[in-house]
């Protein structure tokens, strides 16, 4: 598989949607590269899974061992740092909501391709000898003309007492998803008409190989005119990066972020989808591991406000490096 500049992944979308020709795309968070397959069904350089489709059968998976996942995270003053410049730039008003990541280096027993295989997400991709990445969190929906985003912020340990209660009882993780579905609203607005948000703060369950999660997500959805599928690529783009993961106001958030996490992101915190010549299905990847060097990276990240507290926020990045087995 090439990859390809971000600004042709965009060009290539539109021209693809034009002829109703399915494609898998992906673009990285700093919107610098990405990859696009026409036909990808047939093409297996990538390996990808969302909902029902896939361009596999059933894999190969080498021994059903338990998996063993060791985290060996930084430490929590380093943590301090970045959530004290974080802070700074929200209480001078330069973002209201800010997603702070980690890359955690781990060790585990799977190779990726295992690790593809035995994970349970409706969003999966696989780029060989790089990264694996098993996402439940949708980035847009496009179906008969209607475009739909699902933002998902605030998580809590299942198994603590009440915890659904909890959840939506919290004044902070309130604050934080109300602000993320504002920005998804505005941002779906760029590119839709009839915006609005069909359900908020419903409650999903997440299975990991630790523990399970809850998660609250909000469904929000406008409808497109004309003839989109020739424009899909630039319906894409005009709303990245995705708002769930940077942040609000984008631009200065996003720079704020560069000089809290000193790195680029890369593919984690991107988006890639399939488009099988009706409907586009996308994700945003989260739930993300990648090897560089021999090495694997678990990246991982929660949303910081002015009512945020480091230490429960650095618990959460711990929290959320989990195989969802």
Same mark, same amino acid.
């Given at each position: *598989? ?76 380093d943590y301090l740092r970045k ?43 696989? *780029? ?75 409650? =999903? ?57 000193? *790195?680029?992101?890369g593919y984690y915190t991107g988006?890639?989808?399939?488009? =099988?010549?009706?409907?586009? =299905? ?44």
């Open positions: *598989m090439i990859e390809l500049d971000a600004n042709l992944v965009c060009r290539k979308m539109n021209v693809a949607g034009k002829r109703r020709v399915p494609y898998l795309f992906g673009v990285d968070f700093e919107m610098e590269n990405g990859f696009f397959i026409e036909h990808p069904m047939e093409n297996h350089s990538l390996l990808f899974t969302i909902g029902n489709q896939s361009n596999h059968t059933t894999l190969p998976v080498a021994g059903q061992a338990p998996a063993r996942l060791t985290k060996t995270p930084g430490s929590y003053q959530f004290g410049l974080v802070s700074t730039a929200l209480h001078k008003g330069n973002s209201f909501l800010l997603n702070l990541t980690e890359r955690t280096p781990i060790e585990c027993n799977l190779s990726l391709e295992d690790i593809y295989s035995r994970s349970h997400a409706r969003y999966k991709i696989l *780029m060989p000898g790089k990264f694996v990445c098993f996402s439940p969190e949708s980035f847009v929906q496009i179906t008969s003309g209607e475009i739909s985003s699902y933002p998902m912020k605030g998580t809590i340990d299942a198994s603590l007492p009440n915890a659904a209660e909890q959840l939506m009882a919290d004044y902070k993780e309130t604050c934080e998803h109300n602000t993320i579905v504002d920005l998804i609203r505005n941002d779906l607005s760029i590119v839709a008409e009839q915006v609005r948000v069909r359900r908020f703060r419903y409650v =999903d369950v997440l299975k990991t190989n630790q523990k399970e999660l809850l998660q609250t997500s909000s469904e929000i959805c406008g409808k497109l005119s004309g003839n989109y599928h020739e424009r899909l690529g630039n319906i894409i783009f005009d709303m990245l990066p995705a708002g769930s993961i940077s942040g609000a106001p984008k631009q200065s958030t996003v720079n704020t972020i560069r000089e809290a996490e000193k *790195m680029n992101r988006v890639f989808g399939y488009y =099988d010549g009706e409907t586009l =299905d996308s994700a945003v990847m989260i739930r993300y591991i990648e090897q560089e060097g021999g090495k694997y990276y678990f990246r991982s990240g929660g949303g910081i406000t002015v009512n945020s507290k480091p230490e429960e926020e650095y618990q959460e990045v711990l929290d959320k490096i989990y195989l969802p087995l």
